[in-house]
């Protein structure tokens, strides 16, 4: 979308798409059999996060135009399907089974008697989490824009006066950067784009600093679709 609006300089769609399909096609050898992702080329090992993380990036590269095999991404929806349905079973959520929750409401795969049931359990969200949640729920249509408006003024505030100090989280690879892009997201997603968006993204470019990049392209990534 920002190559063909013209937002990066000196870069046509052909140029974009030589990296592109080249990139799709290596999220793909990544899956494993049960249907999830490693974090790794050649792994045998699932990685809960890298399979949320390769589903959003292949829903993405779908939703822009690019051919993603429907069977392929069966398989990691029923992945991460199972991941979902112990999440009851948890003590507290972060931002990995948030982002589960997310890739199925954006797929139009979520569970919405699961959601209902997490969404009594909101406090025990992560920060972030939160966040990630409320796309999800408005993804999945539990939730309206005005429901989830007060929701999103109290995330902003509270980040706004203890904002995160986190540069690498290697649990759930979050970042300062990364969570700053997922309220520009939420912001966008209920129409708040001029009254909160604005001010969230002045932060995020700012957060590039004299290298004019982000700490890691994971950070860049959520930043750019944000």
């Known amino acids: ?3 063909k609006a013209g937002r990066i300089p000196g870069i046509t769609l052909d140029e974009a798409d030589k990296f592109l399909k080249p990139g799709i096609e290596r ?3 990544m899956q494993l059999s049960g249907g999830g992702f490693s974090y790794w080329p050649g792994s045998g090992d699932t990685h809960s996060w890298g399979s949320a993380f390769a589903a959003q ?3 993405v590269a779908k939703k822009a135009g690019y051919e ?8 990691v929806h029923k992945y991460l399907k199972k991941l979902a349905d112990g999440y009851l079973k948890l003590k507290e959520y972060h931002t990995t089974q948030a982002l589960v929750l997310y890739v199925l409401a954006a ?3 979520a569970d919405n008697k699961l959601m209902y049931q997490l969404n009594q359990r909101f406090s025990k969200f992560s920060r972030e989490a939160k966040v ?4 999800a729920c408005l993804k999945a249509g539990i939730k309206s824009s005005s429901q989830v408006e007060g929701l999103l003024h109290e995330l902003v505030a509270d980040e706004s006066s203890n904002p995160s100090k986190t540069i690498f989280d290697s649990r759930h690879f ?7 892009a997922f309220l520009l997201l939420l912001s966008c997603d209920i129409g708040e784009r001029d009254s909160v968006g604005a001010s969230i993204a002045e932060r995020i470019i700012a957060r590039t600093g004299a290298t004019g990049r982000w700490r890691s392209t ?5 930043c750019l679709l944000a």
Do not use: N
């Open 57 to 59: 990036a292949l829903h």
């Open 132 to 135: 990630v949640f409320l796309l």
């Open 174 to 180: 979050g970042s300062a950067a990364r969570e700053m």
């Open 1 to 3: 979308a920002l190559v």
């Open 218 to 222: 994971h950070d860049t990534g959520w």
């Open 68 to 75: 993603v095999p429907a069977a392929r991404m069966d398989r």
């Open 107 to 109: 797929e139009g795969k």
């Open 27 to 29: 999220v793909l050898s």
